[in-house]
């Protein structure tokens, strides 16, 4: 079963609106940290956001949010006014810190903002 | 920029050929993951060193092998080459494991094409 589920393959949004991407993680650990990372076209994995599991409040970065339900084990970004250079492939992925210590990836988002 | 370091940036080579990637992790760093991506698979986890000593592998071939150096750079060696092998390979350090710090710093990555 894929422990990551990005379901969007690929977004297309108005430049200054805001944007969701959706992720669905599957774990039965209780302790563990999900990640979003920005990949352009020039190949190098941006790191965005960190959740932790254990983490009450949605996590920030600017304009990232994490919208965490826990109960839906739903982690989705929220980007706010979107800017042409937010064109990027965006990878949600977890970390079971019981476990060992990889980063497990979703097959990502292909986000285009359009002018 | 993220501080971690990878050579070279781009390999050319034939299939049955040896190659190594190398990577310098961000000052301080004691940990190094490898990471594959490729178009089929999307981005897999390959191995981790800490400090020197492999601490977890994933998905990684027989062909294919690791070290750390006392130096902490760490290189990946990857022998009898198959197309398949074609990929983006990614190095990613971080301070510690994952119960001492969350995000993992990615390279620039390695790009290599097996002809």
């Known amino acids: 079963a894929q422990k990551i589920t990005q379901t969007q393959p690929g977004m297309f949004v108005q430049e200054k609106e805001a944007v969701t991407l959706d992720c669905t993680y599957d774990t039965s650990d209780q302790s563990y940290g999900l990640f979003w990372y920005k990949q352009p076209s020039s190949g190098e994995m941006i790191f965005l956001i960190y959740q932790g599991s254990y983490d009450e409040q949605n996590a920030t970065e600017g304009r990232y949010s994490l919208n965490f339900q826990k109960a839906r084990k739903s982690a989705n970004l929220v980007i706010s006014a979107s800017q042409l250079g937010d064109s990027a492939m965006y990878f949600c992925a977890m970390r079971e810190m019981n476990r060992d210590d990889k980063i497990i990836f979703g097959k990502g988002t292909r986000l285009h903002i359009l002018p | 920029d993220s501080g971690v370091t990878q050579t070279p940036k781009h390999l050319i080579t034939a299939t049955g050929q040896r190659v190594t990637l190398r990577c310098s992790p961000r000052?301080?760093?004691?940990?190094v993951y490898w990471y594959q991506q490729s178009l089929d698979q999307g981005l897999q986890f390959l191995i981790q060193?800490?400090?020197?000593?492999?601490?977890a592998k994933g998905n990684i071939l027989e062909r294919f092998s690791a070290q750390q150096f006392p130096d902490l750079h760490s290189e990946l060696n990857l022998s009898s080459l198959e197309l398949g092998d074609s990929a983006l390979y990614f190095c990613?350090?971080?301070?510690?494991?994952?119960?001492?710090?969350?995000?993992?710093?990615f390279g620039p990555g390695t790009r290599l094409t097996v002809l």
């Open positions: 990613a350090s971080s301070v510690g494991p994952g119960w001492v710090s969350r995000e993992q710093f």
């Open positions: 060193y800490y400090n020197g000593e492999e601490r």
């Open positions: 000052s301080g760093d004691l940990s």
